[in-house]
């Protein structure tokens, strides 16, 4: 096809500190330490990653019996419940904890807010590996809610005695609203700001903003169940942009380009910057005018350091 097309790519994108720092944790511990090394859920919610480590030797479970004694055993980057923790150390299984460093903070926040004797409220999405860790990082009951109709649902014993903390993929604008339709309903609720949204998370929630301004259709490279990368295609809708969640190339629909001109290309914090290429080459093999753009944003530098078992 000749038709003049630009790809315009937001930044930033794709790997985030967390996730890069979760998938050298399990290259690493293959290389000291042999295959197999066992993971407790996917490390990340990415099936080209996920397909990149079992074929160097990791293999996927997703509870606890399923792995051998004394195998080398690994935490996604989601984190896992005290119960979790507490049935591997009775084990004997040799962990090595690749749980996000950020979402070690929500656990350690959760723990301050029970100490507390406060009723606990989770921000997030039901069933989601963090949300399902953080909960069972606290003894007492916690309330989830992942919208402002399940915020004015919530029946409290105390009012006056509530705390909240949040998923850290979560979109920040939707959070906002129910942080603020807490704090209406419950004076007194404590808990942090928006800053236990990663900054990952909003950073390449903003890009997308800034790509939504000038795309004519939004390409989000992410897994199905990948949370943060579902919210970059919420929020391109959101601002009334076409947008569509792929991983590969065979995932395209050519009539979502059909009247495209500007091709706006994001990924979510668990896809690799691979994928973007195949993307990319893809595109241009359909139009050998297609150029490449990509926009100003901000400069990740950020590193997360390696636990011991893997330096």
């Keep these: 096809m000749n038709k003049d097309i630009q790809i315009i790519l937001a930044s930033p994108r794709g790997f985030c500190a967390g996730v890069e720092r979760a998938v050298d944790i399990v290259e690493l511990a293959l290389e000291k330490y042999g295959a197999p090394v066992y993971i407790r859920h996917e490390i990340v919610h990415n099936k080209y990653v996920v397909d990149s480590l079992k074929a160097k030797g990791a293999i996927f479970v997703e509870e606890l019996y399923e792995i051998p004694d004394n195998a080398v055993t690994i935490f996604s980057a989601h984190g896992v419940s005290d119960k979790v923790e507490d049935e591997a150390r009775h084990r004997k299984l040799f962990v090595i904890d690749a749980t996000c460093p950020l979402v070690t903070k929500v656990h350690l926040e959760a723990k301050k807010h029970e100490s507390m004797d406060k009723q606990i409220i989770i921000i997030g999405h039901r069933g989601h590996p963090e949300v399902e860790g953080t909960a069972g990082r606290v003894k007492s009951e916690v309330l989830i809610v992942s919208s402002i109709d399940d915020v004015d649902r919530l029946e409290i014993k105390n009012p006056d005695n509530l705390a909240y903390v949040t998923q850290t993929t979560l979109s920040v604008d939707d959070t906002s ?80 380009l059909k009247s495209a001109k500007n091709i706006g290309i994001t990924a979510g914090a668990s896809a690799p910057e691979i994928l973007v290429n195949n993307i990319i080459n893809y595109i241009q093999t359909l139009y050998n005018k297609a150029e490449v753009q990509t926009l100003d944003g901000i400069i990740e530098n950020l590193k997360f350091k390696l636990p011991s078992e893997v330096r």
């Design 177 to 256: 609203k129910i942080i603020n339709r807490l704090k209406e309903r419950y004076k007194n609720i404590t808990g942090p700001d928006l800053k236990n949204i990663c900054y990952a998370t909003q950073n390449r929630q903003n890009a997308v903003k800034d790509l939504a301004k000038i795309a004519d259709v939004i390409l989000v490279i992410g897994a199905q169940n990948s949370s943060n990368s579902n919210r970059l295609r919420d929020l391109g809708e959101e601002m009334s942009v076409s947008s569509y969640l792929v991983e590969t190339p065979e995932d395209i629909n050519l009539n979502w």
